[in-house]
């Protein structure tokens, strides 16, 4: 149950991904040349950090994502228990980003999110991940909380307006 003055719990941002996932498959059965997208829930972060990849190698194969065939990967993620922020892997383009509506750098999260890519590759492709990854901290830029609690909505508004190509025109009063 969703109340005033509280944090999301991981089992809400988890529905919410996966409805975001299940839209989105709507949209490429209409839509085939799509690139594929993939809202991981918020568990797969806090397996890696808990215990590494061991622990969430399995996830991909479950959810039935070839997570190097889809165009597109968001990532939830709950920093240190407290905060939600999210990462996106741009996978064409090789380039991990951050968002965070604290203004925070993400490098520890970006990181995370660099190895679970690095070891997926390894375990599923049998080999390295090719090329080089650039990182952008969109700090600042993206839009920002003005209280401590509503950072769960601004990750899930984060992650659907990322998913559907749609530029950032929320603010907290909205």
């Known amino acids: 149950r969703l109340r005033p003055n509280e944090w999301l719990s991981g089992d809400v941002m988890t529905g919410y991904a996966t409805l975001l996932n299940e839209r989105e498959a709507r949209r490429r059965a209409v839509h085939p040349r799509r690139g594929r997208r993939h809202v991981f829930h918020s568990f797969l972060y806090k397996g890696m950090c808990d215990n590494g990849y061991e622990r969430v190698k399995k996830w991909s194969t479950k959810a039935k994502v070839d997570v190097f065939a ?11 228990r407290i905060h939600w922020t999210v990462v996106v892997a741009r996978m064409a ?82």
């Open 70 to 80: 889809c165009s597109l990967l968001v990532f939830l993620c709950n920093v240190n």
């Open 93 to 174: 383009q090789r380039r991990l980003e951050y968002f965070d509506s604290l203004g925070g750098d993400g490098l520890a999260e970006m990181n995370t999110i660099e190895s679970y890519l690095q070891r997926e590759h390894a375990d599923k492709k049998k080999s390295p991940l090719p090329g080089v990854w650039t990182r952008r901290s969109h700090g600042t830029s993206s839009p920002q909380q003005a209280n401590g609690v509503d950072c769960g909505v601004f990750a899930l508004t984060v992650a659907e307006y990322i998913v559907d190509d749609m530029p950032f025109d929320f603010r907290q009063d909205d």
